[in-house]
């Protein structure tokens, strides 16, 4: 099994990364990652020194189990070593998982008409997709070129949702700025209309600010539909790493 991470040059959310990275190679499973020109990439370094976000620092950045995640990642060959986005070929992976983040360096990932393909292609060969937080935007724009439609028209799915969102940009924003927002539109808003029903398709879930860890996830919401896992931000990293898996290894 390989399972293919892609993310961009800069910018991704650590834990976002990497706890699934970890839990996937604890269980032997191979994972490869990918950047738009094949350099080593980095995280968001805000998520993981905490600075700048003032008071608000130990509920805004990537935690201790995170932060010792991402530094054993970074080390790991596969990340020393990337692919470039355009020399994947799904044929050579089991999966697909997308980290998200929300620094707007992350763009480059999110606007790739590469990788936008590359998630097509995984579609469409019945593959297992994970997305978590702005992940699921990267696989909200896949366009099927047979349906014209995303290529999650049809699937159940959520993302980070827009109180979760809002909430941190009015926390943050008189000294961060637009730091939270991405774009001007919300994650959720721009999932939510990439989806044929969005009233019966979206989650919302509960315990929208409770984190979870590795031994305890009841407050996570992960949703599975098909070959589609997806989860909301940082907080159901855990959860969304074990469901992942056990997808993977089932699938």
């Known amino acids: 099994m390989n399972v293919l991470i892609p993310i961009p040059t800069y910018g991704f959310d650590p834990t976002e990364a990497a706890i699934p990275w970890q839990y996937l190679t604890t269980h032997h499973v191979s994972v490869t990652f990918a950047t738009p020109a094949g350099t080593p990439a980095a995280a968001d370094a805000r998520l993981l020194t905490g600075k700048g976000f003032g008071p608000f620092k130990q509920l ?141 398709q979206y989650r919302h879930g509960h315990h929208p600010f409770t984190r979870d860890t590795a031994d305890k996830t009841n407050t996570s919401l992960v949703t599975v539909d098909q070959n589609y896992v997806s989860a909301r931000w940082p907080g159901d990293a855990h959860r969304f790493a074990q469901v992942f898996y056990d997808q993977l290894i089932n699938q």
């Open 60 to 200: 805004l950045m990537a935690d201790k189990a995170a932060r010792t995640a991402y530094q054993q990642m970074i080390q790991s060959s596969a990340f020393t070593h990337p692919l470039s986005y355009d020399n994947i070929d799904s044929a050579d992976f089991s999966a697909l998982l997308l980290p998200g983040g929300h620094d707007k360096a992350i763009k480059e990932y999110l606007e790739s008409s590469i990788l936008r393909q590359q998630i097509v292609n995984f579609f469409a060969e019945d593959k297992l997709v994970g997305a978590i937080c702005h992940g699921t935007v990267a696989a909200a724009r896949a366009i099927d070129p047979q349906t014209h439609q995303s290529v999650l028209a049809n699937f159940r799915t959520t993302s980070l949702l827009k109180i979760q969102e809002l909430g941190a940009y009015y926390l943050t924003c008189l000294w961060l700025g637009t730091y939270y927002r991405t774009y001007p539109q919300t994650v959720a808003d721009e999932v939510q209309a990439s989806l044929t029903d969005a009233s019966r």
